[in-house]
C-alpha cells in the first residue's frame, strides 16, 4: 500500500540546535511529497513540497528537506530551531492519478529555552 | 485571496442534533476534502470530491454526508450527531495539471478548521 511514515512521534530540541524531522515513503512511481506545520489550534500549512528535479528544496521559515529515492525518505531539517517552531509537522506524498493524500501521523515538536 | 474559509469555527451539539459545515475556497481548485483531526489518530478523511456535483468516500464516511453543488463550496453533514463525532474538522483543496495522460494533484490549502463538541 502507498504510505508515508513518521517514525518520530515526539522530539525534544534546545533553541538553537539543530532539528531533523524523519520521514519514509512507501510508493511504486516518484511521489509528490510535502511537509506541513500545525501549530497549536491551527490549520495546516504548508512548509515545502517535492516534485521533482533537485533532491533539496528549500521552504518557508528556514526549513530544508532532501528527497533520497535510495532511502525511500524526504527528511525535513532545520539548522537552528526558534521556540516559535514547536508544533507539530506532517509528512505527506500522493502520486500521479491519486486522488487524495496519504499522512504521516506526524511530529510533535517541542523546543525548550 | 480568502484561500480556504470554513464555517463555523466552533460549535456543540447534543446527541442527535445535525447540522452542516460549510467550506469555502476562492481559488479556483478542482479538488476539496474533509478531514477529522484527533489526538494520536493524525488526519484522516471523511469525504472528497474531484470536481462540482461528484463526491467519493474517504477512510472514515460513516455518519456523514457531503455535497459539492457548488465548485467553490464543499458542505459537510452529520444528520444525528453522535459523541464519537467529537473533533476538529478540517477542509481543504487542491489544484491539479495534466502531465501526459495522468492527472498531478497538488498541495492541499487547508482551512482552519472546526472544533465541534457533540454532548
Known amino acids: 500500500a502507498q504510505s508515508v511514515t513518521q517514525p518520530d512521534i515526539h522530539i525534544t530540541v534546545s533553541e538553537g540546535a539543530s532539528l531533523e524531522l524523519r520521514c519514509n515513503y512507501s510508493?511504486?512511481?516518484?511521489?509528490?511529497l510535502f511537509w506541513y506545520v500545525q501549530s497549536p489550534g491551527q490549520g495546516l500549512q504548508l512548509l515545502l513540497k517535492y516534485f521533482s528535479g533537485d533532491t533539496l528544496v528549500q521552504g518557508i521559515k528556514g526549513f530544508e528537506a532532501e528527497f533520497k529515492r535510495s532511502q525511500s525518505s524526504f527528511n525535513l531539517r532545520k539548522p537552528s530551531v526558534h521556540w516559535s517552531d514547536a508544533a507539530e509537522y506532517f509528512c505527506?506524498?500522493?502520486?500521479?492519478?491519486?486522488?487524495?493524500?496519504?499522512f504521516g501521523a506526524g511530529t510533535t515538536v517541542t523546543v525548550r529555552a | 485571496n480568502a484561500g480556504v474559509t470554513q464555517t463555523p469555527k466552533f460549535r456543540v451539539l447534543k446527541t442527535g442534533q445535525s447540522m452542516t459545515l460549510l467550506c469555502a475556497q476562492d481559488?479556483?481548485?478542482?479538488?476539496m476534502y474533509w478531514y477529522r483531526q484527533d489526538p494520536g489518530m493524525g488526519l484522516r478523511l471523511i469525504h472528497y470530491s474531484v470536481g462540482e456535483g461528484t463526491t467519493a468516500k474517504g477512510e472514515v464516511p460513516d455518519g456523514y454526508n457531503v455535497s459539492r453543488l457548488k465548485k467553490q463550496n464543499f458542505l459537510l453533514g452529520l444528520e444525528s450527531a453522535a459523541p464519537s463525532q467529537t473533533s476538529v474538522y478540517f477542509c481543504a483543496s487542491s489544484y491539479t495539471d495534466v502531465q501526459g495522460a495522468l492527472i498531478g494533484v497538488h498541495e492541499q490549502f487547508f482551512g482552519p478548521g472546526t472544533r465541534l463538541t457533540v454532548l
Open positions: 481559488m479556483n481548485h478542482e479538488y
Open positions: 505527506a506524498g500522493i502520486t500521479l492519478n491519486d486522488y487524495k493524500l496519504s
Open positions: 510508493y511504486g512511481a516518484t511521489p509528490y
